[in-house]
């Protein structure tokens, strides 16, 4: 544990009561590169890191997961105390996601390999897979702790070493991992854990020469200021998962029912800040009314309160700025057109506390129809045929996730099919699965994070042939 060179700190906040939490050391430049410089030590050929096998770094990301496990009260508290985001879903959805990802690198530590390559006869060729070297992970603060394990995991399980930027908003999970990882004996230097504010340690990362690699998990335009940078520095590999305003196609065939209840859980959970959300809703001319009928009677079972409440399955934005970005979206809606069917306010004068909120009749030109509002608003359409909703779903610059309803497989698989989405989820949303690959088309990204696709984020490879002296 260190210090800033700067000696500066600066508050996280309870988003629910707008009290402080604690003071976090601000790391600056010279921190990232005094980081960066623990990293290069562990990376460096004979390091303890270096020569340690495989298997031993699937007990050590084991030995992580059990004692994550061992604090899965604290943590989630923690987090949802920094975040806002409700108790319950952090302990059983963030906690439980974090424990899987990193049992699931552990398990691959040891089956990272190459191939056996046939060439010409007097040729010998083979393929390794080894380690980028020294990996840059910038964490968002919607799902800080689980974004920082689909980061570090599998970085860690093929050997590299890693430099992490937290979300200034929400540091605590990680700096408790810090203590972890620590804990688990990682051998110094492999993981370092760096607070502070995105234009200067987050821009340090992205233009730093001695960072090999860049996760990033944000905003598009942050993204693209990252590879921006990380082009005119060294030209680091860099994976981004950023922005999504994603359709839902609803047809009439469908389970009614299961769309409300799947499509509420897209738009509404974590208060709607998520690069998933369900923000387009096109639905088939039939069913159009009922829908929105039943999504308005299933809204308003939602509770909003106390993130520590058990009760609450609803709680703040993260600060003002989202809160005022968010409210003048859903005010552009009404004066746009778009009927307000529920919600569109706020709890309280100081509160961060947004309604969950609906609109019906929206149109394709829209402010809340283009633009990626990140919070609690479901924005629904109305369309004819199937050819028209799919040229509609695909008129945006993202193209992160997309989901259909319907009972038909012949439908499901050919509208599946034309989506211009990294994901495409039937009859369900947010079925996220550490074993499978997540990322984006178009603006939504590059790269994939989880499953076996990950591992090629984090490796290189290296050809190798022999000259052979004799031939059989």
């Known amino acids: 544990w260190h210090t800033s060179i700067s000696g500066r700190t600066f508050p996280t906040l309870n988003p629910a009561t707008g009290d402080t939490i604690c003071e976090v050391q601000e790391a600056d430049k010279e921190d990232v590169d005094k980081a960066v410089a623990a990293a ?53 959805v963030d906690l439980e996601g974090s424990i899987r990802t990193l049992r699931y690198y552990a398990g691959w530590a040891d089956k990272i390999h190459g191939k056996s390559v046939p060439v010409d006869e007097t040729f010998m060729c083979i393929t390794k897979h080894e ?10 603060w919607n799902f800080p702790l689980l974004m920082l394990m689909w980061k570090i995991a599998p970085a860690l399980c093929c050997g590299n070493t890693v430099v992490i930027k937290p979300a200034e908003q929400t540091p605590l999970t990680a700096l408790h991992i810090g203590s972890l990882i620590k804990e688990a004996e990682f051998p110094p230097g492999v993981v370092n854990i760096l607070p502070g504010f995105g234009p200067t340690a987050g821009a340090a ?29 060294n030209l680091k590999r860099v994976t981004l998962e950023l922005g999504g305003k994603n359709p839902c196609i609803v047809f009439a065939d469908c389970d009614l029912q299961l769309a409300v209840e799947e499509i509420q859980k897209g738009a509404f959970y974590n208060q709607g800040q998520c690069c998933t959300a369900a923000s387009r809703v096109f639905v088939q001319e039939k069913i159009y009314e009922e829908f929105v009928r039943r999504s308005i009677e299933s809204a308003k079972k939602i509770v909003i309160g106390d993130p520590l409440d058990p009760q609450t399955t609803h709680g703040p934005q993260i ?4 809160f005022d970005k968010i409210m003048d979206l859903i005010e552009s809606g009404k004066k746009e057109g778009a009927k307000l069917e529920y919600g569109g306010g706020y709890l309280g004068e100081k509160s961060l506390f947004i309604q ?103 490796s290189e490879v290296k050809t190798v042939t022999f000259k052979m002296s004799e031939t059989m």
């Open 40 to 92: 290069k030590v562990a990376m460096q050929l004979g390091s303890t890191w270096r020569k340690m096998e495989p298997s031993r770094r699937g007990r050590l990301l084991h030995r992580l997961a059990d004692l994550v496990e061992r604090d899965r009260l604290l943590i989630a508290t923690l987090e949802s105390l920094d975040t806002g985001k409700p108790f319950l879903q952090a302990f059983f």
């Open 131 to 140: 380690p980028i070297g020294i990996c840059g992970a910038i964490i968002p």
């Open 319 to 322: 600060d003002q700025k989202h």
């Open 205 to 233: 990362f992205a233009s730093h020469c001695g960072i090999d690699k860049v996760a990033f998990t944000g905003s598009t335009e942050v993204g693209q200021l990252i590879k921006e940078s990380a082009a005119k520095s």
């Open 356 to 458: 969950p909120t609906i609109f019906s009749e929206v149109k394709d030109s829209m402010r809340i129809a283009v633009e990626e509002i990140f919070g609690p608003v479901l924005c629904i359409f109305r369309f004819k045929s199937q050819q028209e909703v799919i040229e509609r779903a695909n008129n945006s610059r993202y193209g992160l996730v997309s989901a259909v309803f319907t009972t038909s497989m012949d439908r499901a698989l050919s509208v599946s099919g034309a989506m211009e989405t990294g994901t495409v989820w039937i009859n369900c949303y947010n079925a996220l699965h550490v074993q499978t690959p997540f990322g984006g088309y178009k603006m939504s990204g590059n790269g994939r994070e989880l499953g076996e696709y990950a591992l090629a984020e984090y």
